[in-house]
């Protein structure tokens, strides 16, 4: 009887270890799928590098990237056509942005087809002058961004940064990688908001890969959690331990009218108006002096081209009408066509991301005014009358409320 006892106790030991080393080998294989197919980027960088060998392209980034003194560090990457990865250039940190081959051609708004008859690199052609290239500039423009008076500078911003040897002359190299990044919305905004305080600042660029300045803190909140224990852990529940991890309440303050600020350049500034059409805390991050940092930027769409694309969408219901998460029309339904204004503005949208966020360990002689006035900016539509005074109302009534509070303290 006590053998049977050990051998039963045996065997049912050896099970949960055969279990155990299953479960364990099973979680590291599809961790290492994951990254293999997410993390590509030495197939980026060997697509780059054939091509700037060849001639074909040219940038500030190019010869470091090829001689292996531009550094690919660990993987951010999200989706496999998007590579990012954090980056060493000599002694500059810094953020590397690729895109595959596949993805440097998507229509907006149509991302699930590709426009397969596009050659990567393929313009400006042979034989192009830098006066022509100048006008093919101007045309891309605007039509991404519409007529406005401010366009020609705009022009002489890109082929200034397509001089990437400084030399005073634009090759047709340097031409075919800036206007392969030209394609992109995060780095045409780049250089429209150069100046900007919350925008990542340009290093270099070869091909349509380019990098950027390194963001220290690249989450607006939370923390990383394996997706294997995420899976089983309820949204309410996750939003509340994403809460417990964030800088003390006048940090987070100070942050939020960064993003604040963030809005208002985007708002009808000099080159229009541009949606935010993906509010999420991985979007934002901030540096070590909590001044916030747009940490992605390829989800924010010049106005301009979202309503030419709109308007020709047609539609069953409201939920047609719908571009990435956050960017969201209505249907007219006489016309089965989907209306070209959104129905929240950035600032209504961004009002409800800092909600929890700043309410969350809020001072008390605070708090009711504060809810408050993010319920009022949560409230903001876009197809109100007035709604630019509106806005301009709601925006610096919440900035000078957040500014009060810790104008006073080393925090600001």
């Not at 800036?178 to 340009?202: G, S, Y």
Request: hydrophobic content about 40%.
């Amino acid at each position: 009887m006590p053998q049977a006892r050990i051998s039963y106790t045996r065997m049912k030991y050896l099970f949960f270890s055969w279990l155990a080393v299953f479960v364990g080998s099973w979680i590291i294989y599809v961790q290492y799928s994951a990254y293999t197919e997410l993390c590509r980027g030495s197939d980026c960088k060997n697509m780059i590098c054939e091509k700037y060998k060849q001639g074909v392209i040219d940038g500030p980034a190019c010869s470091s990237l090829c001689d292996e003194t531009l550094y690919f560090g660990k993987c951010l990457s999200t989706k496999s056509i998007n590579q990012v990865y954090v980056g060493k250039w000599a002694e500059v940190q810094g953020v590397i942005k690729c895109q595959m081959e596949e993805a440097a051609h998507f229509d907006f708004g149509t991302e699930t087809e590709l426009r397969k008859q596009t050659v990567p690199f393929e313009k400006p052609t042979k034989g192009t002058s830098v006066e022509k290239f100048k006008e093919m500039v101007y045309s891309l423009v605007k039509a991404k961004l519409g007529e406005h008076v401010n366009l020609p500078d705009l022009v002489n911003l890109v082929l200034s940064a397509a001089d990437g040897n400084k030399d005073g002359h634009v090759s047709l190299a340097e031409a075919k990688s800036v206007w392969a990044l030209l394609q992109l919305n995060e780095f045409l905004l780049m250089m429209i908001l150069q100046d900007k305080e919350h925008t990542p600042k340009l290093i270099g660029f070869c091909g349509d890969l380019y990098v950027v300045e390194k963001v220290e803190y690249t989450a607006l909140f939370g923390v990383s959690i394996p997706w294997f224990i995420e899976v089983f852990i309820p949204t309410g529940l996750r939003r509340s331990v994403d809460q417990w991890f964030t800088p003390s309440w006048p940090r987070k303050a100070k942050i939020s009218i960064g993003l604040l600020e963030f809005v208002e350049d985007i708002f009808h500034g000099p080159f229009g108006n541009f949606l935010m059409c993906e509010i999420s805390s991985k979007n934002l991050g901030y540096n070590d002096k909590h001044d916030l940092k747009m940490v992605d930027m390829r989800k924010i769409v010049p106005e301009v081209n979202f309503k030419k694309q709109m308007v020709a969408h047609p539609c069953v219901s409201d939920l047609d009408c719908v571009y990435e998460a956050d960017c969201r029309t209505s249907c007219d339904q006489f016309k089965k066509q989907c209306t070209t204004e959104v129905i929240q503005p950035n600032l209504a949208k961004v009002c409800g991301l800092l909600k929890d966020y700043l309410l969350r360990g809020a001072p008390s002689d605070l708090r009711e005014e504060l809810e408050k006035q993010l319920y009022s900016c949560i409230a903001l539509k876009s197809t109100v009358n007035q709604m630019e005074m509106e806005h301009s109302l709601i925006l610096n009534n919440l900035k000078t409320l957040l500014w009060k509070q810790i104008s006073h303290t080393k925090d600001s």
